[in-house]
């Protein structure tokens, strides 16, 4: 039965923040959710293009989806086995009970986790959690212990950064007792970080170059706690340990690298960038690297003078770059390349999904300029029939994209140096992509509310619409560099689908099916709503899963149907995937997703407290059997927090959560913290590694 003390659906009381504080929006991206939307393009709705599409309905409804595994794992197996030969991190150890890993298709089977707004992780009876990391944690030999009172640029260069997003986890040893762990930070909360904060405008130099060094990731060597589930810093060893920063050189790479749009007085070769701003979500490579995106990059540039060229200006808006004085950071009171009144350039060097290699520390990170310039949320892969490498990208913001992107070269399956070095250039060329999606559902079943049709489903077709295609510009009066370095004024053109904040977007690895998160977009009218985006003022967001035609993520057109639609249960317009909706859990904002060894699909929430007044968490849906739809909550966050990673090991028994910016609330401040999480004082963004303790059910995360 649902809970009768749960939180109902909140009216709309947060100036269109999308269910975050005034803090969150502030910090994370510039309040973009208080201003018009930066997509002013005339592309059609989806609602307005009705197309015939290909009815899938029933999906994730027992035996269809059990079918549809048994279809797709002809082509996906074979390419997994591939995979595998050359994956550095990415194949699934053995486990003493369960010499192959948990078998795919296994039945959940914790209790779930009540909504709550407790200051504190909390897990299922039978698991146990502990912080593997904290902000501020010796990352480096040499590193200094964590002050809050005294903190340094140099320190914190040397030190775990600050808000933690994107968690990946590359095992180092056949036995999988150690590993690589790497983290995105995100963004950097000042209020909370120093004493006294009263604005960017009155910072010291010295907390503005502190608040550079706690953006960008860390690679921290980690080792398993007695056997067990658990994982904690391996401070003996630390060899691969790496601290990246907006100080860190970066490689450009791809057909815009040496691009004029790229060059600056520091660098007129258009090839070498300083940092890496505001990484999301991520997504890792068959050949062992880490993907990591750069997102809301606006908010760090300003302009001492007014931008007057109209060329320049409009490029700018539609990135939501300022071009009036002022930023919010600040950061050009610090480094004068981040004023565009003299450097108009530099805004152009971030936004890009960016490759680092964890196993070589002194490798120089890249970034990837033919997978184009955007608010990316992540960058996920699948190989496509051919043995090509595809990447899936969201664009995080109101009536934004989905992108693609396949590469021109084909992965080597090869164990040496020669074949790896290839395979780390393959992302320097390919075809990008941007999605149109259609559908044949009536004016009359679109009607703002949500609801679906009678038979429980939206389902439709769609295309690809190339970009850059056989190295060419696909874009009329856009040449390939324009393409790549103003990616959404090119697909502006192209006629792509305008979306409710594609966030994550991720293939399932065995059936092939991508599922994306729409996280929400309260700006969408009744008028504007459409089968793919069916929900006016949608607070809540909602899972839209994407099938290749052939199975192959090379396809130039697939299937897509809504597999979620989140908000309280007893709302009416909330869809479960078909399933008995008086028996889940309740969902708000998904964010991130993720698989499991079994083939579950895992979502982490951004928004949950200004939504539907509970803490954000992370949950788990199976996809398979009479249980597929069975969405169940396995974790919440402190206060303030947002659930982030999330990651499943390789092995499928930890569960690694980042836990961002607890007590990022309205008016906290260290001297009145809104969260004291993790150890009692300050609060610190965390990764926790949550763990399976009870000697029944199995050692698998979600038994």
């Known amino acids: 039965m649902p809970d009768p003390t749960r939180r109902r659906l909140l009216p709309l009381i947060d ?16 309040d ?66 369960h010499p192959d890993g948990p078998e795919y298709g296994r039945p959940v089977g914790f209790r779930p986790v009540g909504d709550n707004t407790l200051d504190a992780v909390v897990v299922p009876n039978g698991y146990d959690w502990s912080v593997t990391i904290a902000w501020g944690d010796p990352v480096l030999r040499g590193a200094p212990e964590f002050d809050f009172d005294d903190q340094s640029a140099a320190a914190q260069r040397e030190q775990f950064g600050y808000n933690c997003d994107f968690v990946a986890v590359y095992p180092l ?49 980690i080792e398993r706690a007695g056997g067990t589930g658990e994982w904690r810093p391996d401070g003996g060893r630390r060899r691969f340990n790496r601290r990246i920063h907006a100080g860190t050189a970066f490689r450009v790479t791809g057909p815009a690298a040496g691009s004029e749009l790229l060059r600056t007085g520091a660098d007129p070769a258009g090839t070498t960038v300083l940092g890496m701003l505001n990484n999301c979500a991520g997504g890792t490579t068959p050949w062992g690297t880490v993907l990591t995106g750069e997102e809301n990059v606006n908010q760090y540039f300003g302009a001492s003078a007014e931008v007057t060229d109209p060329v320049t200006a409009a490029r700018y808006a539609r990135y939501g770059i300022r071009t009036t004085a002022g930023t919010t950071k600040a950061w050009e009171r610090a480094d004068a390349r981040f004023d565009v009144a003299r450097e108009p350039n530099e805004p152009n060097r971030f936004g890009w999904v960016c490759q680092i290699d964890p196993y070589d520390p002194r490798s120089t990170p890249q970034k990837l300029t033919a997978l184009g310039r955007m608010k990316h949320e992540g960058a996920t892969t699948a190989l496509t029939a051919d043995g090509c490498v595809a990447v899936y990208m969201g664009d995080d913001e109101r009536f934004e994209y989905v992108y693609k992107f396949v ?19 393959l ?31 939206f389902d439709g077709a769609g295309q690809w619409l190339p970009l850059v295609r056989d190295g060419e510009s696909a874009v009329d009066g856009m040449s390939v560099e324009e393409v790549l370095v ?34 929400n977009n309260d700006r969408r009218t009744p008028a504007q709503a459409d089968e793919a985006n069916p929900r006016a003022a949608n607070r809540w967001g909602h899972v839209i899963a994407l099938d290749e035609d052939g199975g192959d993520a090379a396809a130039a057109t697939f299937t897509w149907s809504i597999v979620l639609v989140a908000g309280d249960p007893d709302d009416p317009s909330t869809y479960y995937a078909g399933f008995d909706k008086s028996q889940v859990s309740m969902i708000s904002c998904p964010d991130n997703v993720a698989f499991d060894p079994s083939g579950r699909l895992w979502l982490a929430t951004d928004g949950m407290p200004g939504s539907v007044g509970v803490n954000d968490g992370m949950f788990v849906l199976p996809l398979d059997g009479d249980d597929a739809g069975h969405l169940r909550r396995f974790a919440s966050v402190p206060v303030g927090a947002e659930c982030c990673g999330p990651c499943i090991t390789p092995d499928g028994r930890t569960a690694l959560i980042a836990v961002q910016h607890p007590g990022e609330e309205d008016g906290a401040s260290p001297e009145a913290p809104a969260s004291t999480f993790p150890y009692g004082d300050q609060p610190r963004p965390s990764v926790v590694t949550v763990w399976r303790t009870s000697p029944t059910g199995g050692p698998f995360i979600g038994d």
């Open 173 to 221: 040893d056949r036995d999988f007792e150690r590993a690589l762990l790497w983290v995105n930070h995100e963004y950097t909360n000042e209020e909370l970080m120093f004493r006294g904060w009263t604005g960017a405008a009155a910072a010291t130099p010295e907390q503005l170059r502190i608040a550079m060094a706690a953006h960008g990731g860390s690679i921290v060597e």
């Open 15 to 30: 100036g269109g923040r999308g269910g975050r504080s005034a803090m969150t929006c502030r910090y994370r991206c510039d």
């Open 407 to 425: 590469s021109s070269g084909r992965v080597r399956t090869g164990k040496g140096d020669r074949d790896r070095r290839h395979n780390l250039a």
């Open 32 to 97: 973009a959710c208080a201003h018009e939307p930066p997509n002013t393009s005339a592309n059609a709705y989806f609602g307005d293009v009705v197309e015939a599409a290909v009815s899938r309905r029933g999906l994730l409804r027992g035996g269809a989806a059990a079918a549809a595994v048994v279809v797709g794992s002809s082509v996906s197996g074979t390419l997994s086995a591939a995979a595998d030969d050359v994956t550095r991190g990415t194949a699934r150890p053995p486990t003493p009970d």
């Open 427 to 457: 992302l320097e060329d390919g075809d990008l992509y941007v999605a149109r999606f259609t559908g044949d559902s009536p004016a009359s079943e679109i009607d703002g509310t949500g609801r679906l049709p009678s038979d429980g489903l």
């Open 486 to 519: 103003f990616t959404r004024l090119a697909a502006d053109r192209a006629g792509a689908t305008k979306m409710d904040r594609p966030e994550d977007v991720e293939p399932h690895p065995v059936t092939g099916t991508v599922f994306m998160a729409l996280t």
